[in-house]
């Protein structure tokens, strides 16, 4: 392991996960565990631990980001993964939320849409042995029904709007953790389902880039 890259873990850990009040030992240990640096493309390994978006790919539907390390673990942390858990993550580009989350949960589905990011994150998972997560490919915005109920669906990127059908794949007492808006007026949200209804809570402010396919649709008016 490259001892430069551990370094930087630590202190991404130390420096942007601990200082936003992220204090789970199991999330914090997942972050230190996993190799950030093969998430992005080679030429960009040199900031893959910078406190921002990472651009990984442009797709044909748009730029896809790997996410700042702090708002994904306060989004994970918010969430409450339990190691029996069968998680869903929705948009799941290179890999990287996907792999942290396989050191928390049962199983992991990842589900994207772009053909490469599908590829890559599958031989990445195979590489650093995240053998309880299975890759799908299928439209972001419909979820992934056919491995459902989830207790855990993690939207890897800002949405605009959130389908009603994926708070429809969570098992009962589920949770999904999504960041609704965009730029600066992004919001952290938890939706929990119980006795058959979910409801949602705002959790806090959280600026960071949207994900394709969960732009609002404008309705008519007349």
């Not at 599958?122 to 979820?143: A, I, K, N, P, Y």
């Not at 949405?159 to 007026?185: D, F, I, K, M, Y």
């Not at 119980?194 to 880039?209: L, S, Y």
């Amino acid at each position: 392991m490259n001892d430069e890259f551990s370094e930087r873990r630590v202190k991404m850990v130390d420096g942007q996960l601990r200082t936003t009040d992220v204090t789970d030992a199991a999330l914090l240990e997942a972050f230190l565990s996993l190799p950030r640096e093969a998430f992005v493309p080679a030429d960009q390994r040199d900031i893959a631990y910078i406190d921002e978006d990472i651009r990984i790919a442009t797709s044909s539907d748009g730029a896809r980001y790997l996410m700042e390390p702090s708002p994904m673990a306060k989004l994970l942390q918010l969430a409450e993964v339990d190691a029996t858990d069968h998680a869903l993550v929705i948009g799941c580009g290179s890999g990287y939320s996907a792999a942290v989350l396989s050191r928390l949960a049962g199983s992991v589905v990842a589900l994207e849409s772009d053909a490469t990011l599908a590829e890559l994150a599958e031989s990445t998972f195979s590489q650093l042995g995240c053998d309880t997560v299975t890759v799908v490919r299928g439209t972001l915005r419909d979820g992934h029904a056919a491995k459902a109920p989830y207790d855990v669906i993690f939207i890897d990127g800002a949405v605009e709007e959130l389908p009603s059908g994926l708070t429809e794949q969570l098992a009962e007492g589920g949770r999904l953790v999504a960041v609704e808006g965009r730029g600066n007026a992004g919001v952290a949200r938890l939706y929990v389902k119980a006795e058959g209804v979910v409801t949602g809570r705002r959790a806090f402010n959280a600026a960071i880039k949207p994900l394709p396919g969960f732009e609002r649709v404008e309705a008519f008016v007349f």
